[in-house]
Structure formats: structure tokens, C-alpha cells
């Protein structure tokens, strides 16, 4: 019964975290276009606070309860590749996640230097690393 609720809230502070790493990239779209002053400092405060408040909870969240899942099942790595590809690509996402945190550093000190069209492709990542998440661990393909 332990292991259904640690697996449940693992599952629903993913989906928290995946909010937050789906919206801040968004955010970057929009401040990276902001020409005011007032916009700036204003998708600043959101980013930091959907940053800090939000998504890095959220991550640790994440991390707790999947660690706790895996210290309750650790014959899940005999069970196939799969589990080894998805904590990959858990590994890459947290880097995105400390790329976005130093991006909020950087529109914060007003250093942004790319363009709103690239953080539309930036927003993209995070789909493409749930979308093969999601297969590994319902699909098992390997």
C-alpha cells in the first residue's frame, strides 16, 4: 500500500514540475519580446517566483518519492533497459530545469541576448522528454 501512494505522489509532483518547466519557457517567450520597463520587471518576479516557489519543490518532490519508489522495488533495474533510459532522460531534465533557473538569473540582471523564437523551440524539450518518458514507463519497449 506504501509503495501505490509514493508512486501516486510521485506521479502528481511530476506533473507539477512538468507545469512549471512547460510554463517557464513560455514566460521566456514573453519577456524576451517585453520592450517596457514595467514587463520586464514583472516577467521577472513571475519567472523567479514559478522558479523558486513552484518548480524546484516540485523537483525535489519528484526526486524524493521516485528514490523511495526505487529503495521499495530495487529489482526494477532487472526488469529491462527501460528504467535505465528513463533515468537518463530524468538526469537530462534536471539539467534543463538548472538551465532555466540560470535564465531566470539572467533576465533578472536584464543579460538576455536570445530571441523570443528561440526559447519557442527551448519550450519544446520538455515535451519531447515527457512524451518519452511516459512511453518508456507505460510501454516498456526494451
Not at 40 to 57: A, H, N, Q, V
Not at 117 to 141: G, K, Q, S, T
Request: with cysteine; net charge positive; proline share 4%.
Amino acid at each position: 500500500m506504501l509503495y501505490l501512494w509514493l508512486k501516486a505522489l510521485h506521479i502528481v509532483s511530476m506533473v507539477c514540475w512538468f507545469a512549471g518547466l512547460f510554463y517557464l519557457p513560455r514566460l521566456f517567450v514573453y519577456h524576451a519580446q517585453s520592450e517596457d520597463t514595467v514587463s520586464k520587471e514583472r516577467f521577472s518576479l513571475m519567472e523567479r517566483k514559478l522558479y523558486r516557489g513552484i518548480m524546484g519543490p516540485a523537483m525535489i518532490a519528484t526526486l524524493i518519492f521516485g528514490i523511495a519508489l526505487i529503495y521499495l522495488n530495487p529489482g526494477i533495474f532487472s526488469q529491462g533497459a527501460w528504467i535505465h533510459a528513463k533515468l537518463t532522460l530524468v538526469v537530462i531534465l534536471i539539467g534543463y530545469h538548472h538551465m532555466c533557473g540560470a535564465q531566470v538569473k539572467r533576465f533578472a540582471r536584464g543579460e538576455n541576448t536570445r530571441s523570443h523564437v528561440f526559447y519557442r523551440w527551448f519550450n519544446e524539450v520538455p515535451v519531447l522528454i515527457l512524451l518519452a518518458i511516459v512511453i518508456l514507463v507505460v510501454v516498456r519497449p526494451f
